[in-house]
């Protein structure tokens, strides 16, 4: 058989078969033909050396939004694939029931990478995000109609995963947990999970998260102070422990305010880490601090999270919380979904939520992905330029390869 592309030899790590070897990974068409230890080169039509790199099931980053043009915090889910490993992005509930076709006809359809989504609770979707304006989506009631969402729900099925609210002061207003409780009733009826934010209260943590069932997902996990899932002495609050066995999935939802490295530290040394890495990317946080979902892992690989759980956190296991069990795996005849991945050493700062720094002696970076069978690397050129820019926009000092590579805050 005559293959289109051919990675060679590099280190396969799928957690899901719990292959982690040298191994050749043959694709035809949009699926893979073969994996095995050596296929030859001139099988195949084109072939990427992949020696010295980490092959893996193609990342899937749990939390984003990409409804680029549709919403004011959306960004272009084709420009960050290939930079950032990612080949399938499900966006967390930027549209509801109102704008979601549109977010599908616009967007997912056109674009090159898969895109999945949560339906937002708010028929109006998250429509009010910027630096100067900042109106909830679920601050109005009216806009909270389960109906709509469920409907919705079922129109879309074959790219809506599960349903989204925006809990807290900053998306609720004074709405307190009644958008949690509509969210809840219209995921139970569509039969989907529930993704629940949360940011600054009310409602508390301790009112939302005894609400989640098993498979419903606590977004921004590890955030900061308040509503921060431990006590100021570092101890961990009981309800996260009973909401781990509970069957919660933990997420950790970067984005511009949500991710601190001391409650990092505390959660990971009380054996609780996240099942789920995210990067919660949207405009506002695309240039920092949370970039993209490979800065998410490094910051949690220079925190002490083992390599392998890392990889399984942003393939197999949001793939699980999804019920996508064919994505997040290689294997032959599934999906061509593949990142192709470097460990940097260096002298890397990385920045969390709350402008606390982090000195790592390594990060990940991404040297290309396969997405839907076609191979699309990440130019080295293009990921300069794009370090250069951010360091300019943010004002600060980027040097990329081996040399120090900082992440500011928003």
């Not at 719990?18 to 043959?26: F, K």
């Not at 197999?316 to 593949?338: E, F």
């Amino acid at each position: 058989m005559q293959f289109d592309l051919l990675l060679r030899g590099g280190r396969l790590v799928d957690p899901t078969s719990g292959v982690d070897e040298r191994r050749d990974i043959a694709i035809a068409g949009n699926r893979i033909a073969a994996i095995d230890r050596d296929i030859p080169a001139d099988r195949a039509s084109k072939v990427v050396d992949a020696s010295g790199c980490i092959v893996t099931p193609g990342l899937i980053d749990l939390h984003s939004h990409v409804y680029w043009g549709g919403t004011s915090l959306g960004v272009d889910a084709d420009r960050l694939a290939a930079k950032s490993g990612t080949t399938t992005f499900v966006d967390a509930g930027s549209a509801g029931a109102g704008n979601f076709l549109g977010f599908r006809r616009h967007v997912i359809e056109r674009s090159r990478v898969r895109i999945l989504a949560y339906v937002n609770i708010s028929f109006a979707g998250i429509f009010g995000f910027s630096h100067s304006v900042m109106v909830g989506e679920c601050a109005d009631l009216r806009l909270c109609e389960p109906r709509e969402a469920v409907a919705a729900a079922r129109e879309h099925r074959d790219v809506v995963v599960g349903v989204k609210v925006r809990s807290g002061r900053n998306a609720g207003g004074t709405s307190g947990i009644a958008p949690v409780d509509l969210a809840l009733e219209a995921a139970d009826r569509a039969g989907l999970p529930l993704m629940a934010h949360i940011d600054e209260p009310p409602p508390g943590r301790s009112e939302v998260l005894p609400r989640l069932r098993r498979g419903d997902i606590l977004t921004h996990c590890f955030r900061p102070f308040p509503n921060a899932p431990v006590f100021a002495s570092g101890a961990v609050r009981p309800d996260m422990f009973l909401a781990r066995e509970r069957g919660v999935v933990f997420d950790i939802g970067h984005g511009m305010g949500s991710f601190d490295f001391d409650v990092a530290r505390a959660m990971l040394r009380e054996g609780l880490a996240p099942d789920v890495i995210s990067s919660d990317v949207h405009l506002y946080c695309v240039d920092g601090p949370a970039f993209d979902i490979l800065v998410c892992m490094s910051k949690l690989l220079a925190l002490g999270m083992p390599f392998a759980d890392l990889i399984r956190a942003a393939t197999r296991s949001p793939a699980d919380a999804i019920g996508r069990p064919d994505l997040g795996t290689l294997a032959v005849g599934g999906p061509a979904d593949v990142a192709v991945l470097k460990r940097l050493p260096g002298r890397f700062t990385f920045v969390d939520a709350t402008g606390t720094e982090l000195v790592a002696e390594e990060r990940i970076v991404s040297e290309g992905i396969v997405a839907g069978g076609a191979w699309w690397p990440n130019d080295p050129a293009d990921h300069d330029e794009t370090e250069r820019y951010h360091a300019h926009a943010h004002h600060t000092h980027v040097e990329v390869a081996a040399r120090h590579f900082t992440c500011t805050a928003v």
